[in-house]
């Protein structure tokens, strides 16, 4: 099945600067890549998403981009602030007979200091 | 994006008992996917529920130890049984939405004493 490893576990960044979180994945059947959220005792929020057939796409101060070949995606905090503090996940959406399924990457522990 | 109502959102079980948690969702939906997140864990699938048949299990999860009803295309259940505290998590529930993205309820901690 699917595998999806996330790097780093924990960034710490000053106010202002960038941050990138990085997600590898194994199975090149995977077709859509969301990244989410988590804010502590609460649901992860879906905050930017990518498909395959995309290289990058961008939502004000973040970005995501997308290498099929290497199958890996990159999350782009930009103008970090404090309240982007949080625990952001990678998945990936498996394609094939596992169709419909998101796997996790391990969580990116973010704390964007004032 | 679909809107999902998840209840309870905690409870605080005795061992060897059972725990109901159930998810209405405001749109049809062909599947429910059912998570589990261990404290300062990333999300586990448990399982997919699919209205009109069995659930499909993830490695490591077993119907007897986590039976999903999936009465209507709205709605789902995904029991705990027999409970140990190595099942207090937080459980949620996640939905396909239109546009492709995936919503989750609000999730219920679960503890067990």
């Known amino acids: 099945g699917e595998n999806v490893e996330q790097h780093p576990s924990t960034l710490s960044v000053q106010e202002g600067d960038s941050a990138v979180i990085k997600c590898t994945y194994s199975d090149s059947a995977s077709n859509y890549f969301p990244w989410y959220k988590q804010e502590l005792g609460k649901r992860p929020q879906l905050i930017i998403d990518?498909?395959?057939?995309?290289g990058e796409k961008k939502d004000q101060r973040i970005a995501v981009t997308l290498n099929k070949t290497a199958k890996h995606f990159s999350l782009h905090i930009t103008e970090t602030q404090p309240e982007d503090s949080a625990v952001y996940f990678c998945a990936a959406k498996a394609g094939g007979t596992s169709y419909g399924k998101l796997t996790f990457g391990q969580g990116t522990i973010l704390t964007v200091h004032p | 994006s679909a809107v999902i109502s998840q209840k309870p959102s905690r409870d605080i079980c005795q061992r060897g008992t059972s725990l109901t948690i159930q998810c209405q969702v405001d749109?049809?939906?062909?599947?429910m996917f059912w998570y589990r997140q261990q404290p300062g864990q990333s999300l586990t699938l448990i399982a997919t529920a699919n209205q009109g048949s069995e659930a499909t299990y993830e490695s490591g999860f077993v119907i007897d130890k986590f039976p999903i009803s999936r009465p209507n295309l709205t709605f789902s259940t995904l029991t705990v049984s027999n409970m140990s505290p190595e099942d207090s998590s937080i459980y949620l529930c996640?939905?396909?939405?239109?546009?492709?993205?995936?919503?989750f309820g609000s999730g219920t901690r679960l503890t067990v004493v």
């Open positions: 749109s049809q939906v062909t599947m």
């Open positions: 990518i498909r395959s057939n995309v």
């Open positions: 996640s939905v396909e939405g239109q546009g492709g993205g995936y919503t």
